[in-house]
């Protein structure tokens, strides 16, 4: 769809608390069918969940596979699609813009950890900085923070990454794995929208809850995609 990266930039404009965008993940054409079908106005493909269809460890999927997947997914439906693309694997901006726009992507992640350590935050935001550029409004960024997961799990170092990435052209940013306790902090100091994860768990925050505390759109990883595996699994046991 043309106008997909103008579709998925307004849905994350002006969105009254309470009321996140929430982006399921489909992990191949058949399941971003029925979530397309379900009502959802946009999904986001996460990488584990992919990987894990494709038959390969998180972080371990060949780039060519990835972007061959993701097109799969596009072509499947009629929304618009972002996605998961990791650390970027090792591509230059224009060509990992070039490699999205094929798949039919029209927006994505870029964490700022490789190898399970953070990047400079500086040299990372000359990246994204890069990127944008190339992408010239072609695809929206949703640039991921990793320092709950790869650093101290500072908030304010957090903030800091998010603004630096922010000012390079991301449009949205998302600290995964932050606290529930620390999204009214992020909010009020990170100027852009807010993706935050939420837990599919019985004890878990709703997201309508985490749209409450500054959520502004909700992803869910690869989770969708191990639940249904579980069921397969379910299932299967009941056919012996």
Same mark, same amino acid.
């Given at each position: 769809?043309?106008?997909?990266?103008?579709?998925?930039?307004?849905?994350?404009?002006?969105?009254?608390?309470?009321?996140?965008?929430?982006?399921?993940?489909?992990?191949?054409?058949?399941?971003?069918?029925?979530?397309?079908?379900?009502?959802?106005?946009?999904?986001?493909?996460?990488? #584990?969940?992919?990987? +894990? /269809? &494709?038959?390969? @460890?998180? $972080?371990?999927?060949?780039?060519?596979?990835?972007? %061959?997947? !993701? *097109?799969?997914?596009?072509?499947?439906?009629?929304?618009?699609?972002?996605?998961?693309?990791?650390?970027?694997?090792?591509?230059?901006?224009?060509?990992?813009?070039?490699?999205?726009?094929?798949?039919?992507?029209?927006?994505?992640?870029?964490?700022?950890?490789?190898?399970?350590?953070?990047?400079?935050?500086?040299?990372?935001?000359?990246?994204?900085?890069?990127?944008?550029?190339?992408?010239?409004?072609?695809?929206?960024?949703?640039?991921?923070?990793?320092?709950?997961?790869?650093?101290?799990?500072?908030?304010?170092? #957090?903030?800091?990454? +998010? /603004? &630096?990435?922010? @000012?390079? $052209?991301?449009?949205?940013?998302?600290?995964?794995? %932050?606290? !529930? *306790?620390?999204?009214?902090?992020?909010?009020?100091?990170?100027?852009?929208?807010?993706?935050?994860?939420?837990?599919?768990?019985?004890?878990?925050?709703?997201?309508?809850?985490?749209?409450?505390?500054?959520?502004?759109?909700?992803?869910?990883?690869?989770?969708?995609?191990?639940?249904?595996?579980?069921?397969?699994?379910?299932?299967?046991?009941?056919?012996?």
């Amino acid at each position: 769809m043309s106008d997909g990266v103008e579709v998925l930039r307004a849905l994350h404009l002006r969105r009254p608390p309470g009321e996140p965008l929430i982006l399921p993940g489909p992990w191949d054409a058949a399941s971003a069918r029925a979530l397309a079908e379900a009502g959802f106005e946009a999904l986001a493909t996460p990488s #584990a969940g992919v990987a +894990a /269809a &494709l038959g390969y @460890a998180d $972080g371990e999927t060949p780039a060519d596979e990835m972007f %061959a997947a !993701v *097109a799969r997914i596009t072509r499947a439906v009629d929304v618009p699609v972002t996605a998961d693309i990791e650390d970027g694997y090792g591509l230059a901006p224009k060509e990992l813009v070039e490699r999205l726009l094929a798949a039919g992507a029209v927006g994505c992640n870029i964490e700022d950890s490789t190898g399970g350590a953070l990047k400079d935050p500086r040299e990372h935001a000359g990246y994204l900085a890069e990127f944008c550029a190339a992408a010239a409004g072609r695809i929206f960024l949703n640039a991921r923070v990793d320092t709950f997961v790869h650093g101290d799990g500072d908030p304010g170092r #957090a903030v800091e990454r +998010a /603004a &630096l990435y922010l @000012a390079a $052209g991301a449009e949205c940013v998302y600290p995964i794995m %932050a606290p !529930v *306790a620390v999204l009214p902090l992020l909010r009020s100091g990170i100027e852009g929208p807010l993706n935050a994860l939420a837990l599919l768990t019985s004890d878990g925050p709703s997201p309508a809850a985490l749209g409450e505390l500054g959520a502004t759109r909700i992803t869910f990883g690869p989770q969708l995609q191990r639940r249904a595996t579980a069921a397969a699994a379910e299932l299967a046991a009941g056919l012996r």
